[in-house]
Protein backbone atom coordinates (compact mmCIF):
# COMPACT_ATOMS: atom_id res chain seq x y z
CA UNK A 1 0.00 0.00 0.00
CA UNK A 2 1.35 3.66 -0.53
CA UNK A 3 2.28 4.99 2.52
CA UNK A 4 1.64 9.44 2.70
CA UNK A 5 3.76 10.85 5.33
CA UNK A 6 2.78 13.83 6.42
CA UNK A 7 5.09 16.87 8.55
CA UNK A 8 4.53 18.19 10.75
CA UNK A 9 2.30 16.15 13.17
CA UNK A 10 1.98 19.34 15.39
CA UNK A 11 1.35 22.91 14.12
CA UNK A 12 1.39 25.97 16.23
CA UNK A 13 -0.17 29.27 14.58
CA UNK A 14 -0.81 32.43 15.12
CA UNK A 15 -4.26 34.28 13.64
CA UNK A 16 -2.53 35.71 10.38
CA UNK A 17 0.30 33.25 10.15
CA UNK A 18 1.10 31.39 6.95
CA UNK A 19 1.76 28.02 7.41
CA UNK A 20 2.73 25.00 5.33
CA UNK A 21 1.77 21.04 5.48
CA UNK A 22 4.10 18.36 3.81
CA UNK A 23 2.74 15.26 2.60
CA UNK A 24 5.09 12.75 1.14
CA UNK A 25 4.30 9.76 -0.98
CA UNK A 26 6.15 6.71 -1.21
CA UNK A 27 5.36 6.03 -4.57
CA UNK A 28 4.17 8.36 -7.03
CA UNK A 29 0.72 9.54 -7.39
CA UNK A 30 0.72 10.20 -11.20
CA UNK A 31 -1.97 8.21 -12.38
CA UNK A 32 -1.55 6.05 -15.91
CA UNK A 33 -4.46 8.34 -16.92
CA UNK A 34 -2.50 11.82 -16.32
CA UNK A 35 -4.07 12.75 -13.10
CA UNK A 36 -3.34 13.23 -9.72
CA UNK A 37 -5.43 12.47 -7.54
CA UNK A 38 -4.27 13.38 -4.32
CA UNK A 39 -6.58 15.56 -1.96
CA UNK A 40 -7.01 17.89 1.08
CA UNK A 41 -9.39 17.17 3.82
CA UNK A 42 -10.07 19.39 7.23
CA UNK A 43 -11.56 17.25 10.39
CA UNK A 44 -12.42 19.93 13.07
CA UNK A 45 -13.29 19.11 16.42
CA UNK A 46 -16.31 16.92 16.98
CA UNK A 47 -16.96 17.65 12.72
CA UNK A 48 -16.92 15.18 10.10
CA UNK A 49 -14.09 15.76 7.59
CA UNK A 50 -14.53 18.19 4.49
CA UNK A 51 -12.55 18.24 1.39
CA UNK A 52 -10.76 21.31 0.99
CA UNK A 53 -8.23 20.73 -2.09
CA UNK A 54 -8.97 17.94 -4.74
CA UNK A 55 -6.42 16.24 -7.07
CA UNK A 56 -3.15 18.76 -5.70
CA UNK A 57 -4.46 21.82 -6.49
CA UNK A 58 -7.82 22.61 -7.29
CA UNK A 59 -9.88 24.30 -4.33
CA UNK A 60 -13.27 22.25 -3.72
CA UNK A 61 -16.11 24.65 -3.89
CA UNK A 62 -17.03 27.04 -0.96
CA UNK A 63 -13.46 26.74 0.64
CA UNK A 64 -11.49 30.06 1.14
CA UNK A 65 -8.98 30.89 -1.45
CA UNK A 66 -6.11 31.27 1.63
CA UNK A 67 -5.66 27.00 1.07
CA UNK A 68 -3.66 26.25 -1.79
CA UNK A 69 -2.20 22.92 -3.18
CA UNK A 70 0.92 22.22 -4.51
CA UNK A 71 2.85 19.54 -5.39
CA UNK A 72 3.83 16.75 -7.87
CA UNK A 73 4.76 12.74 -7.95
CA UNK A 74 5.47 11.81 -4.81
CA UNK A 75 5.83 16.00 -2.96
CA UNK A 76 2.95 17.65 -2.02
CA UNK A 77 2.11 20.81 0.30
CA UNK A 78 -0.76 22.41 1.51
CA UNK A 79 -0.56 26.06 1.96
CA UNK A 80 -2.70 28.62 4.54
CA UNK A 81 -2.03 31.98 4.23
CA UNK A 82 -3.19 33.50 7.07
CA UNK A 83 -5.10 31.32 9.46
CA UNK A 84 -8.18 32.14 10.74
CA UNK A 85 -9.50 30.44 13.84
CA UNK A 86 -11.85 28.48 11.94
CA UNK A 87 -8.63 26.57 10.40
CA UNK A 88 -7.59 24.85 13.72
CA UNK A 89 -8.36 21.25 13.22
CA UNK A 90 -6.49 17.91 12.27
CA UNK A 91 -5.53 18.23 8.21
CA UNK A 92 -5.05 14.92 6.04
CA UNK A 93 -3.73 14.28 2.83
CA UNK A 94 -5.41 11.11 1.15
CA UNK A 95 -4.29 9.55 -2.35
CA UNK A 96 -6.71 7.64 -4.52
CA UNK A 97 -4.54 6.84 -7.44
CA UNK A 98 -3.63 3.63 -5.59
CA UNK A 99 -5.50 0.99 -4.42
CA UNK A 100 -6.82 0.93 -1.56
CA UNK A 101 -6.59 4.67 -0.73
CA UNK A 102 -4.72 5.84 2.17
CA UNK A 103 -4.42 8.34 4.84
CA UNK A 104 -1.43 10.54 5.50
CA UNK A 105 -1.61 10.46 9.82
CA UNK A 106 -2.55 13.79 10.53
CA UNK A 107 -1.27 17.16 10.78
CA UNK A 108 -2.56 19.18 13.51
CA UNK A 109 -3.31 22.84 13.69
CA UNK A 110 -3.29 24.59 16.72
CA UNK A 111 -3.36 28.19 17.68
CA UNK A 112 -0.34 29.39 19.46
CA UNK B 1 -28.50 20.17 -0.92
CA UNK B 2 -26.27 17.67 -0.42
CA UNK B 3 -27.44 15.38 2.31
CA UNK B 4 -25.48 12.30 3.79
CA UNK B 5 -27.21 10.27 6.22
CA UNK B 6 -25.50 6.54 7.81
CA UNK B 7 -27.49 4.85 10.00
CA UNK B 8 -27.58 1.13 11.90
CA UNK B 9 -24.66 1.50 14.06
CA UNK B 10 -25.05 0.46 17.94
CA UNK B 11 -23.30 -1.73 20.27
CA UNK B 12 -21.90 -5.69 18.71
CA UNK B 13 -20.39 -8.65 20.26
CA UNK B 14 -17.23 -9.82 19.35
CA UNK B 15 -18.09 -12.17 15.93
CA UNK B 16 -21.05 -10.38 15.39
CA UNK B 17 -22.45 -9.12 11.98
CA UNK B 18 -23.68 -4.99 11.77
CA UNK B 19 -25.31 -3.86 8.34
CA UNK B 20 -24.96 0.18 8.03
CA UNK B 21 -26.69 2.22 5.77
CA UNK B 22 -26.40 5.28 4.00
CA UNK B 23 -28.94 7.17 2.36
CA UNK B 24 -28.09 10.25 0.24
CA UNK B 25 -29.73 13.17 -1.45
CA UNK B 26 -29.17 16.51 -3.31
CA UNK B 27 -27.51 14.75 -6.20
CA UNK B 28 -27.78 12.75 -8.99
CA UNK B 29 -26.58 9.33 -7.11
CA UNK B 30 -25.67 7.38 -9.87
CA UNK B 31 -23.00 9.71 -11.27
CA UNK B 32 -20.83 9.17 -8.21
CA UNK B 33 -18.51 6.52 -6.47
CA UNK B 34 -19.66 6.26 -2.57
CA UNK B 35 -16.46 5.22 -0.04
CA UNK B 36 -17.19 4.41 3.52
CA UNK B 37 -14.17 5.66 5.84
CA UNK B 38 -13.83 4.51 9.37
CA UNK B 39 -12.16 6.64 12.42
CA UNK B 40 -11.18 4.98 15.86
CA UNK B 41 -11.79 6.73 18.88
CA UNK B 42 -8.61 9.31 19.09
CA UNK B 43 -7.17 7.97 16.18
CA UNK B 44 -6.93 9.11 12.03
CA UNK B 45 -9.06 8.06 9.13
CA UNK B 46 -8.94 4.58 7.16
CA UNK B 47 -10.52 4.13 4.46
CA UNK B 48 -12.74 0.68 4.13
CA UNK B 49 -14.53 0.24 0.81
CA UNK B 50 -15.24 2.05 -2.23
CA UNK B 51 -17.95 1.10 -4.88
CA UNK B 52 -17.69 2.49 -8.59
CA UNK B 53 -20.93 3.67 -10.34
CA UNK B 54 -22.59 1.83 -13.08
CA UNK B 55 -20.62 3.30 -15.70
CA UNK B 56 -17.45 1.26 -13.69
CA UNK B 57 -19.95 -1.74 -13.65
CA UNK B 58 -20.23 -1.47 -9.59
CA UNK B 59 -16.43 -2.27 -9.23
CA UNK B 60 -15.80 -2.49 -5.50
CA UNK B 61 -12.56 -2.35 -3.45
CA UNK B 62 -11.83 -2.77 -0.15
CA UNK B 63 -9.49 -2.10 2.28
CA UNK B 64 -6.99 -5.39 3.05
CA UNK B 65 -7.25 -5.29 6.60
CA UNK B 66 -11.10 -5.77 6.48
CA UNK B 67 -11.42 -7.63 2.68
CA UNK B 68 -13.25 -11.14 3.40
CA UNK B 69 -15.12 -9.69 6.43
CA UNK B 70 -17.18 -6.53 4.40
CA UNK B 71 -19.39 -5.78 1.67
CA UNK B 72 -20.28 -3.10 -0.02
CA UNK B 73 -23.56 -2.40 -1.99
CA UNK B 74 -25.72 0.15 -3.68
CA UNK B 75 -29.19 0.53 -4.29
CA UNK B 76 -29.30 3.59 -7.16
CA UNK B 77 -32.92 3.51 -7.01
CA UNK B 78 -33.02 4.58 -3.52
CA UNK B 79 -29.80 5.94 -3.79
CA UNK B 80 -28.16 4.31 -0.98
CA UNK B 81 -25.13 2.31 -0.20
CA UNK B 82 -24.28 -0.45 2.44
CA UNK B 83 -21.46 -1.62 4.15
CA UNK B 84 -22.15 -5.31 5.67
CA UNK B 85 -19.32 -6.16 8.21
CA UNK B 86 -19.04 -9.30 9.71
CA UNK B 87 -16.81 -11.43 12.37
CA UNK B 88 -16.51 -8.18 14.05
CA UNK B 89 -13.56 -7.47 16.32
CA UNK B 90 -12.77 -5.00 19.63
CA UNK B 91 -10.58 -3.39 16.96
CA UNK B 92 -13.75 -2.58 14.29
CA UNK B 93 -14.60 0.09 16.83
CA UNK B 94 -14.94 3.58 15.29
CA UNK B 95 -17.10 5.80 13.26
CA UNK B 96 -17.70 4.79 10.18
CA UNK B 97 -18.28 7.64 7.63
CA UNK B 98 -20.18 7.68 4.09
CA UNK B 99 -18.63 9.62 1.85
CA UNK B 100 -18.79 10.58 -1.66
CA UNK B 101 -16.78 10.59 -4.63
CA UNK B 102 -13.45 9.74 -5.71
CA UNK B 103 -12.19 13.07 -3.74
CA UNK B 104 -14.46 12.08 -0.94
CA UNK B 105 -15.93 15.24 -1.63
CA UNK B 106 -19.19 15.12 1.00
CA UNK B 107 -19.07 12.99 4.02
CA UNK B 108 -21.86 12.19 6.61
CA UNK B 109 -22.08 12.92 9.88
CA UNK B 110 -20.96 9.29 10.54
CA UNK B 111 -22.21 6.58 12.80
CA UNK B 112 -20.66 4.70 15.82
CA UNK B 113 -19.93 1.07 15.87
CA UNK B 114 -18.99 -0.60 18.82
CA UNK B 115 -17.36 -4.13 19.08
CA UNK B 116 -17.58 -4.90 23.57
CA UNK B 117 -19.18 -8.23 25.01
Known amino acids: DVVLTQTPPTLSATIGQSVSISCRSSQSLLHSNGNTYLHWLLQRPGQSPQLLIYSVSRLESGVPNRFSGSGSGTDFTLKISGVEAEDLGVYYC?????????FGAGTKLELK | EVQILETGGGLVKPGGSLRLSCATSGFNFNDYFMNWVRQAPGKGLEWVAQ??????????YYAESLEGRVTISRDDSKSSVYLQVSSLRAEDTAIYYCTRGGALGYWGQGVMVTVSS
Open chain 2, 51 to 60: IRNKNYNYAT
Open chain 1, 94 to 102: VQGTHAPYT
